[in-house]
């Protein structure tokens, strides 16, 4: 069964920036196109971003366009989200997994879902 695992979370200030990876277990993540989804508490589940599997389509959410890039380095079989000016809002928990590519934002997810990795924006 196919696994990502998500790393980089932590506290940041609003208006600081993190980077998350999303790293593959046991298989090549350059043949899938991958999303990152989060869950903020007490929220439903929403994606965020997406990213061909050969990088070149990229699709965002609305509240994150023009702060948060995702890109992939397939040769290190990784997946990145690079977030800035993050916001209160941002909070929540990061999920990154193998998605079908569709009219939602962050594609249809395909994997399970890993432990994800926390983001907490506060001052």
């Known amino acids: 069964q196919l696994q990502l695992v998500e790393s980089g979370g932590g506290l940041v200030q609003p208006g600081g920036s993190l980077r998350l990876s999303c790293a593959a277990s046991?298989?090549?993540?350059?043949?899938?196109?991958i999303g990152w989804f989060r869950q903020a508490p007490g929220k439903e589940r929403e994606g965020v971003s997406c990213?061909?599997?050969?990088?070149?389509?990229?699709k965002y959410r609305d509240s994150v366009k023009g702060r948060f890039t995702i890109s992939r380095d397939n040769a290190k079989n990784t997946v990145y989200l690079q977030m800035n000016s993050l916001k209160l809002e941002d909070t929540a928990v990061y999920y990154c997994?193998?998605?079908?590519?569709?009219?939602?934002?962050?594609?249809?997810?395909?994997?399970?879902w890993g432990q994800g990795t926390q983001v907490t924006v506060s001052s």
């Open positions: 997994v193998t998605v079908r590519w569709g009219s939602v934002v962050a594609g249809i997810p395909t994997s399970s």
């Open positions: 046991g298989f090549t993540l350059d043949n899938y196109a």
């Open positions: 990213i061909s599997s050969s990088g070149g389509m990229t």
